[in-house]
């Protein structure tokens, strides 16, 4: 168990300097765009806006401590690059086989749900700030996709829209080959989800290109 995280944090003074920038707007419209016409990816909207332990929402996150997107914004930034990413893959399949619109929406844009609320920044007095800006505390620890399958069903099912059993798998198996498990169902998978590894492909692409920042 990690020691409790102080609440002395650089990122409320970052965070108001943050917030009414053009970047940042940037990134809600282009998100509520494309969650309006998604009626289940839109339920999950006021998630991305509510604050949380952290004191950040989701537009507000770093995507990692200290690889990609270790920003303000990062998550952000990081989930609607692999949507656009995921939709080009989507092209390159079988006009029968392509997914729809609403699932790329939904796997691209909440397929790391689950790193929502864990990223706290370092205390300014850190000297390690430049090269680890943040440390994570996971008061929900459920594993990652699966982490957030379980956080996005949660929020549809008083609706009874879950998420579908193909976007629960590119979801929980966003990682491919780097989560530990993935040997043990891989045979299955690929039996089963023949294109299981497009959002896996999607997000490791737009995690490389990020790099650190
Ligand atoms: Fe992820
Ligand atoms: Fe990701």
């Not at 080009?88 to 609320?117: F, M, W």
């Amino acid at each position: 168990m990690s020691a409790k995280i102080p609440i002395e944090y650089e990122f409320i003074r970052l965070m108001k300097e943050w917030l009414p920038s053009p970047e940042r707007m940037d990134l809600v419209n282009k998100v509520v765009q494309l969650v309006n016409e998604c009626p289940r990816a839109k339920l999950l909207l006021p998630y991305l806006t509510m604050k949380q332990k952290n004191e950040m929402s989701w537009f507000d996150e770093p995507a990692s401590t200290r690889y990609h997107g270790a920003s303000i914004g990062g998550l952000a930034r990081h989930s609607l690059g692999v949507y656009y990413m995921l939709k080009k893959l989507n092209l390159e399949l079988p006009a029968n086989r392509q997914l729809p619109e609403e699932t790329l929406v939904i796997c691209g844009l909440y397929h790391d749900l689950c790193k929502s609320g864990i990223y706290y920044p370092k205390h300014l007095q850190s000297k390690a700030l430049a090269a680890t800006p943040y440390e994570t505390q996971d008061l929900y620890p459920m594993g990652h996709g699966e982490k957030s399958v379980v956080i996005i069903n949660e929020i549809l099912r008083p609706s009874n829209m879950c998420l579908t059993q193909t976007e629960s798998i590119l979801i929980r198996w966003h990682m491919g080959p780097f989560d530990r498990m993935y040997a043990t169902y891989e045979a299955h998978l690929k039996a089963a989800y023949q294109f299981h590894l497009m959002l896996y492909i999607a997000d490791h692409f737009c995690t490389m290109m990020e790099g650190d920042e």
